[in-house]
Nanobody, 123 residues
C-alpha cells in the first residue's frame, strides 16, 4: 500500500502565501513524477504543478511566476510554495505521484492520490 499524506493549506488572505507538503510512503521503488492538482468548486480537477524525477518542472499558466514546486527524493516528499494568492486559487489541492512499488518479484507502476487539502483564499 502507498500513502500520500498532505499537510498545509487552510484559510489565507488574498496576496498571502501558503506551503503545501506531501510525503509518500509504502513499498516504493522509485517515483517518476510528483505533483499537485486542484479542484475549484464546481470545476474539474486541474494540474497546478509537477516535478519529474530529473528535476524538470511544469506549471499551469495560472500559477506561473507565483508557484514553486520542489522535491526531496530521499524523503519522497514534494512541496508547493504559492505566493500572491488570489481568490481564484481557492480549491481542494491534491498531491499525486506516479511511482513504482515492489510487487512480488517485480514492480508495478501506478498513480496515487492524496486525500486532498482545502485551500481557501479570502478576498
Amino acid at each position: 500500500q502507498v500513502q500520500l499524506v498532505e499537510s498545509g493549506g487552510g484559510l489565507v488572505q488574498a496576496g498571502g502565501s501558503l506551503r503545501l507538503s506531501c510525503a509518500a510512503s509504502g513499498r516504493i521503488v522509485n517515483i517518476n513524477v510528483m505533483g499537485w492538482y486542484r479542484q475549484p468548486p464546481g470545476k474539474e480537477r486541474e494540474l497546478v504543478a509537477e516535478i519529474i524525477s530529473g528535476g524538470t518542472t511544469n506549471y499551469a499558466d495560472s500559477v506561473k511566476g507565483r508557484a514553486t514546486i520542489s522535491r526531496d527524493n530521499a524523503k519522497n516528499m514534494v512541496t508547493l510554495q504559492m505566493n500572491s494568492l488570489k481568490y481564484e486559487d481557492t480549491a481542494v489541492y491534491y498531491c499525486a505521484a506516479q511511482l513504482r512499488t515492489a510487487q512480488g518479484m517485480g514492480v508495478a507502476l501506478n498513480t496515487y492520490w492524496g486525500q486532498g487539502t482545502q485551500v481557501t483564499v479570502s478576498s
